[in-house]
């Protein structure tokens, strides 16, 4: 027999800004589980910037979201049926049928999880935004302890971590954010500086920031950002560019930093990245950032908007950078 249960759906393509009106809630009928599958009643669902750009109909390395159908991405779950041995009903598990309240499918896509009180935390801190920001700082910039780094979009959930990552291991962490609370944050969490982009331009507060120059450049969010870490990047600096807020809701292209002729001189090495292609880290990094959050070294934020029909509002909230830490809803 199949139960009912709610869903997000893609009405519509955003065209710059994504409004209300490009989301859908809708009500359908969930089969049981087939054999070999696990019915699951999610607890979590995370939403993340990538989203935007699967809004759009273009190729990219994830394929575009359809309209009319439903979103999917990150969501912590309980198993509620089960016709296989290696799941059992109570079972938490991570997979990647986000924004709905129930999700089934092969057992083998959901991962059984520990017991936690902080199940979220699986997609934060200890989920995809952790590991790209371990990777990021580590495999894609080659940061050494004790270097300086410069992270945009420091209070969401992968600058955050990057930052204490950075202080951990004793370096400097700078950071930009978007309001004097946030600032304040960032420095509550061992940010030796922090500013807010909205003080004015980017450049001459990071050259205040960090008058001797930076090592490392962490990017999520581009445009202005990008071009004030070229100018400040000592020789042989590196940026591990994660991600461009700043130009998701970008209707037509704009023209990139105007300083790129500094890369050359003092030879930077600029790398984007896939946090997807890094999962063979994972082991390592579930065990040192469990360690670092065990001991305070690290510490998770989240902000929690609750209710299904509230997730659109919480994505639309993040592209407009109203989370501290990681977004999540919870169902």
């Known amino acids: 027999m199949s139960t009912t249960a709610r869903e997000v759906r893609l009405a519509a393509r955003p065209q710059g800004e994504p409004v209300p009106t490009d989301f859908e809630l809708a009500t359908v009928d969930v089969p049981d589980p087939a054999e070999g599958e696990v019915l699951v009643r999610n607890l979590f669902m995370s939403v993340d910037p990538y989203m935007r750009g699967r809004m759009n109909d273009v190729k990219s390395y994830v394929p575009p979201f359809q309209v009319g159908a439903p979103l999917d991405g990150g969501a912590v779950g309980e198993v509620v049926a089960s016709t296989v041995d290696s799941h059992a009903v109570g079972d938490l598990v991570l997979h990647g049928q986000g924004w709905r309240e129930l999700a089934v499918g092969p057992a083998k896509a959901f991962s059984r999880l520990s017991a936690t009180n902080h199940p979220s935390a699986h997609l934060g801190v200890l989920g995809m935004p952790g590991l790209t920001a371990w990777a990021g700082l580590f495999t894609i910039a080659g940061y050494q302890p004790g270097e300086t780094v410069f992270v945009s979009g420091a209070a ?176």
């Not at 700078?174 to 450049?203: C, H, M, T």
């Not at 120059?213 to 990017?219: E, N």
């Not at 970008?250 to 002729?261: D, R, T």
Request: glycine share 14%.
């Open 156 to 331: 969401g959930a992968v600058g955050s971590l990057v930052g204490q990552l950075v202080t951990a291991t004793g370096g400097t962490a700078i950071g930009s954010a978007g309001s004097p609370e946030k600032v304040a944050w960032l420095r509550q969490l061992g940010f030796a500086q922090a500013f807010s982009y909205k003080d004015g331009p980017v450049a001459p507060q990071l050259r205040e920031a960090a008058p001797d120059g930076i090592d490392v450049y962490f990017d999520n969010v581009g445009g202005e950002h990008l071009e004030a870490a070229i100018a400040s990047l000592k020789p042989h600096g590196r940026a591990a560019l994660c991600g461009m807020i700043s130009q998701y809701n970008n209707s037509a292209p704009k023209p990139g930093p105007a300083n790129l002729a500094l890369c050359v001189g003092k030879r930077l090495r600029l790398q984007g990245f896939i946090v997807s292609d890094h999962a063979d880290q994972r082991p390592a990094f579930e065990r040192e950032m469990a360690a670092m959050l065990a001991d305070g070294r690290v510490v998770a934020a989240e902000t929690v908007v609750d209710g299904l029909e509230n997730a659109p509002g919480a994505f639309i909230g993040l592209l407009r950078g109203e989370n501290t830490g990681k977004m999540v809803v919870r169902l």
